[in-house]
């Protein structure tokens, strides 16, 4: 089993709908959680960096993180087409990059 | 300010060859991570250099392989291709070796037949 599992999707979702991507993980030593934004032919771009339970929003975007459930989302509100993409979580134990493990990626295609 | 670029973006080998790829981090990021990307293990490290020094590795075989210059851009190698290292080979830099502060280039596309 891995240490990180991705809801493996694809998702579609109409224009303006609320979408929820989501990843459970095993190692509890994992401290710090991130989310990352992959268009085709790109290379991921990081979207959202935290640390430890609790929420963060930044925009249309809010993650949370629930240590005790070993489980963490990613919120995207009044989505859009331009949100359509692959996103990936990812955690480590400690900020160093090198650590990190990273889910297998969700597709999301928003239609217009 | 330029990002991080790769090249080649696309390159096709066959098993038994060696190739080489190329980073030219973000100006002024010291650190350079290489991370392989399939669709059936994900995104996984690879290593991590440091003014020139390799400070972390992932678990890949001795085939692999990487170096940094004094002007922070990188290279990795792999030798005696395999069909399983087909992939898309990814670079990232950052000022440190910070899993938020990184920013990864668009990739290098390696298709062994």
């Known amino acids: ?112 | 300010k330029a990002g991080v670029t790769q090249t080649p973006r696309y390159l096709i080998k066959t098993r038994g060859q060696q190739v080489t790829l190329s980073c030219s981090p973000i100006s002024g990021h010291r650190s350079v991570s290489w991370y392989q990307q399939t669709p059936g293990q994900g995104l996984q490290f690879l290593f991590e250099y440091f003014s020139e020094t390799q400070r972390n590795k992932g678990n890949f075989p001795g085939r692999f392989s990487g170096r940094q210059f004094s002007n922070s851009r990188s290279e990795m190698n792999v030798s005696t291709l395999e069909l399983g290292d087909s992939a898309l080979y990814l670079c990232a830099s950052s000022l440190r070796d910070i899993a938020g502060e990184q920013f990864f280039g668009p990739g290098t596309r390696l298709t062994v037949l």
């Open chain 1, 1 to 112: 089993q891995k240490e990180v599992e991705q809801d493996p999707g694809p998702l579609s979702v109409p224009e303006g709908a609320i979408v929820s991507l989501n990843c459970t993980y095993s190692n509890s030593a994992f401290q710090y959680f991130m989310w990352y934004r992959q268009y085709s032919r790109k290379g991921p771009e990081l979207l959202m960096y935290t640390y430890s339970s609790g929420n963060k929003e930044d925009g249309r975007f809010t993650a949370q993180v629930d240590k005790s459930s070993k489980y963490i989302s990613l919120f995207i509100r009044d989505s859009q087409p331009s949100d359509s993409a692959t996103y990936l979580c990812a955690m480590s134990p400690n900020t160093n990059a090198g650590k990190s493990t990273f889910g297998d990626g969700t597709t999301l295609t928003v239609k217009p």
